[in-house]
């Protein structure tokens, strides 16, 4: 079976850096980019950024320039994100998913980690 | 950036309605659309990819058209377990974007 499987909640003080991961199992690792998104409290979907575990390619949202970054280890078939000098407002349910990594692949997005709660407080 | 407008954000219906949300995306995105289904505390679940090949496992009465700008998602008749609220997400370039949500209330 399908699985990515996301490290468990966190909570930080404002200015510090929070790292999330999401192993992945049942699949060819290199076979699927990830992406990481995430939720803040009663509000929508935001993505974050992409990874391709295979050649380690990144994108991120310009939002998140220069505090994020995406690795992976694909000895143990597990993606980071890190997120730095967070503050109040990255609190928020993170959550890694994968997408098919072929050539205008039409196939995002259909297995999700189970989330990972980020609390930021003083 | 695409922006993505999704309509209604809130709407409330009866078991057996007919419901239908739209996403219309500022520019072209050929058919790199699909839809998601959230439940409160819950993973987001997709529905529907390539903005109309329904997910193995997602029950027939979902369905989704359209492609370019103007997209929907329809749901022939509403069951108990549909209310929940559904976004849109472009993934034809970055930086990928969700719409706001329409979150299907029970009238």
């Known amino acids: 079976q399908v699985h990515l499987v996301q490290s468990g909640a966190d909570v930080k003080k404002p200015g510090a850096s929070v790292k999330v991961s999401c192993k992945a199992s049942?699949?060819?690792?290199?076979?699927?980019?990830i992406h990481w998104l995430r939720q803040a409290p009663g509000q929508g979907l935001e993505w974050m950024g992409v990874?391709?575990?295979?050649?380690?390619?990144?994108y991120y949202a310009q939002k998140f320039q220069g505090r994020v970054a995406m690795t992976r280890d694909t000895s143990t078939s597990t993606v980071y994100m890190e997120l730095s000098d967070i503050r109040s407002d990255d609190t928020a349910v993170y959550y890694c998913?994968?997408?098919?990594?072929?050539?205008?692949?039409?196939?995002?997005?259909?297995?999700w980690g189970q989330g990972t709660m980020v609390t930021v407080s003083s | 950036d695409i922006q993505m407008t999704q309509s209604p954000s809130a709407m409330s219906a009866s078991v057996g309605d007919r419901v239908t949300i739209t996403c219309r995306a500022s520019?072209?995105?050929?058919?790199?659309l699909a839809w998601f289904q959230q439940k409160p505390g819950k993973v987001p679940k997709r529905l529907i990819y390539?903005?109309?090949s329904l997910q193995s496992g997602v029950p027939s009465r979902f369905s989704g058209s359209g492609s370019g700008t103007e997209f929907t998602l329809t749901i022939s008749s509403l069951q108990p377990e549909d209310f929940a609220t559904y976004y849109c997400?472009?993934?034809?370039?970055?930086?990928?974007?969700f719409g706001q949500g329409t979150k299907v209330e029970i009238k």
């Open positions: 049942g699949y060819t690792f290199t076979s699927y980019l």
């Open positions: 997400l472009q993934h034809n370039s970055y930086p990928w974007t």
């Open positions: 990874i391709n575990p295979s050649g380690a390619s990144i």
């Open positions: 390539a903005a109309s």
């Open positions: 520019q072209g995105i050929n058919n790199y």
């Open positions: 998913a994968r997408e098919q990594s072929s050539p205008y692949s039409n196939d995002a997005l259909d297995i």
